[in-house]
């Protein structure tokens, strides 16, 4: 009569090396990733973008990184040297694209008037004096939206031609 052993038959004791490394390297990358979350590495990071010249200076505060649902900041400011005069209006001209990657709840202050040709949105306003304006745009990211947007703001003359220009990009991460 023949026995057969119910014990498992014995692991190599390389594949054991091998699956405790595996082991030891997946739980490395899961403990990093869970870190790095914790640190908001993997969340939106604002930066901050400007030109300056002609007595202007222009400076666009909005989302390098983000993903889709997230509330982010988007802001415009102009300084001008010596101060603005309330007869002369600031135009500013956005990229119509980028915006639609918002839900966008409202722009503080509201222009005092605003025209579009599809491509890009006029908005023009009465400053108050001070040497500096700034629009804030209360915003979040589309929950649909899997890819990002190049933006760009510039000041223009009467004619409607930039003479400043901030181009910048906000990518989506999944």
Do not use: C
């Not at 500096?132 to 009467?158: H, K, W, Y």
């Amino acid at each position: 009569m023949t026995t057969t052993s119910t014990l498992p038959e014995l692991t190599d004791e390389g594949d054991l090396r091998r699956a405790r490394l595996g082991r030891r390297i997946g739980l490395t990358l899961l403990a990093l990733f869970v870190l790095a979350g914790a640190v908001g590495l993997l969340g939106t990071r604002t930066t901050t973008t400007t030109a300056a010249g002609g007595g202007y200076a222009l400076t666009v505060t909005h989302p390098a990184v983000s993903r889709s649902g997230h509330a982010v900041k988007v802001e415009v400011e102009v300084r001008k040297e010596g101060g603005f005069d309330t007869s002369e209006p600031i135009r500013l001209r956005m990229r119509s694209a980028y915006f639609d990657l918002f839900d966008e709840n409202g722009f503080t202050p509201q222009p005092d008037a605003q025209t579009s040709d599809g491509e890009w949105t006029y908005d023009e306003y009465v400053p108050p004096r001070g040497e500096a304006f700034v629009v804030s745009v209360d915003t979040r990211v589309e929950p649909a939206r899997n890819r990002g947007e190049r933006g760009e703001v510039s000041l223009v003359d009467d004619q409607g031609r930039p003479f400043l220009t901030v181009r910048f990009r906000t990518r989506l991460m999944p």
